[in-house]
């Protein structure tokens, strides 16, 4: 990471650091790239894409209506309703 990179990356991200910060980023971006190389190093030929690291499995439950929804109910405590419809005051124009 030279400092030309440095200089760059703060201005993108609109950032402002003193000098030791900036050693501070400057390593800290070296170790992350160090990383990566030693990741795309390793051999994933014959490897599978995994969606999930872990052999998990999510209980579902069964879709089934467990409530009833009594409409006229609820929307007799409406001040305007429409053909089953909430009105409401248009607030957009």
């Not at 910060?21 to 790239?33: E, H, K, M």
């Not at 990383?35 to 994933?44: E, F, K, S």
């Not at 909430?86 to 607030?91: G, I, K």
């Amino acid at each position: 990471m030279d400092a030309e990179l440095i200089d760059r990356l703060m201005r993108l991200s609109a950032l402002s650091l003193d000098e030791q910060q900036r050693r501070a980023l400057s390593a800290d971006l070296q170790r992350i790239v160090a990383l990566i190389d030693v990741m795309q190093a390793a051999n994933t030929e014959g490897v599978a894409p995994l969606a999930h690291p872990l052999d998990g499995c999510q209980p579902l439950r069964p879709d089934e209506v467990t409530e009833i929804v009594d409409r006229e109910r609820f929307q007799r405590g409406a001040p305007a309703v429409r053909d089953g419809l909430y009105l409401v005051p248009r607030v957009v124009e």
